[in-house]
């Protein structure tokens, strides 16, 4: 039987948002639907209880001020993997200052790559799929004339119910205590 897998995602609320679905939609329909996010740990295993869990988020999070991050290009992690993203610029390194203090504990992890901020766009099947789908969303980010910037202020603890399937555990605001739903 397969571990339940968590994960801690920033979703994003911002014009990019309808963006990335018209992109996701347009490269690959079939697809299922994920809200559009920034990953801040990947998917694992919990070293302990959710209650344990969202104490850590609390006290990592509650810590760390709002910050902004850019969005930068469009690229894709071809040949490893054939996922097209959106990588993130100014802000990067914050990310995975959080993502390193958060990897620790009840939530450490030996991920299968480094970690790289990025928003994904789409995972593809091929390597050649990959490759002509990051030419033609590169071609449609250049001419995206909305901001690139994102408030990173709030995040969110998740659990898979099913593969692909994830459900919202909790909310987790930088800089001050969790809140209820």
Not at 104 to 132: C, D, G, N, R, S
Request: hydrophobic share 45%.
């Amino acid at each position: 039987m397969a571990s339940v897998r968590y994960a801690l995602v920033a979703y994003i609320r911002s014009p990019i948002t309808a963006f990335v679905e018209n992109v996701r939609r347009e490269l690959h329909p079939a697809l299922p639907h994920h809200a559009a996010h920034l990953t801040l740990l990947p998917p694992r295993p919990l070293h302990g209880s959710e209650s344990e869990a969202l104490h850590m988020l609390a006290r990592v999070c509650g810590s760390v001020e709002p910050f902004e991050l850019t969005l930068g290009e469009m690229q894709s992690f071809a040949p490893t993997t054939w996922t097209v993203y959106i990588g993130v610029g100014p802000g990067a390194s914050r990310m995975q200052e959080l993502h390193r203090q958060l990897n620790q504990e009840i939530f450490a992890f030996a991920e299968e790559w480094p970690y790289v901020p990025h928003l994904t766009i789409a995972k593809m099947q091929t390597e050649q799929e990959a490759a002509h789908a990051v030419q033609i969303a590169r071609q449609w980010w250049r001419d995206y004339p909305g901001s690139r910037r994102i408030l990173l202020d709030r995040l969110t603890f998740v659990r898979e119910e099913a593969p692909n399937c994830w459900i919202d555990l909790a909310p987790v605001p930088l800089g001050g205590s969790l809140v209820s739903h």
